[in-house]
């Protein structure tokens, strides 16, 4: 056994060790933090609207707080915005032009991007060209 590797593959494990507490302690910090917020919330969902009434286009985020069934968290706007707010600062390098999901019980954000199965024949965004 090459005893340089073997040091630099411990090096490496370590590394990875810090990484994934890191990671874990995020995750809790913004589980623990979207509880405050709106206790029982497991999951975000954020979309973006753009709405044009009389010429003036107003860009909004629809914010939807979940449970773990899946189920609308009761909660009053104030409660929606700091939640938006939470996860924008959290992921500051996130498209929010698109839909976005944010599940806490693992701590990632994703892009929630709708399709439909191939047999019906209806494009999908990602099907759609210019």
Do not use: C
Request: proline share 7%; aromatic share 6%; hydrophobic share 40%.
């Amino acid at each position: 056994m090459n005893p340089k590797r073997t040091g630099l593959r411990a090096v490496e494990m370590i590394r990875g060790a810090r990484a994934y507490r890191r990671n874990v302690a995020f995750r809790d910090d913004l589980a623990t933090r979207l509880h405050d917020i709106a206790p029982g919330t497991a999951r975000v969902h954020l979309t973006p609207v753009t709405t044009d009434v009389d010429g003036t286009v107003r860009r909004q985020t629809l914010v939807s707080l979940l449970d773990s069934a899946g189920y609308t968290v009761t909660a009053p706007i104030g409660a929606h915005r700091a939640a938006r707010r939470l996860l924008v600062d959290a992921f500051p390098g996130a498209d929010w032009d698109k839909p976005q999901i944010f599940n806490a019980a693992y701590g990632f954000l994703t892009v929630n991007v709708p399709a439909s199965p191939a047999e019906l024949g209806i494009e999908t965004p990602s099907a759609v060209t210019a």
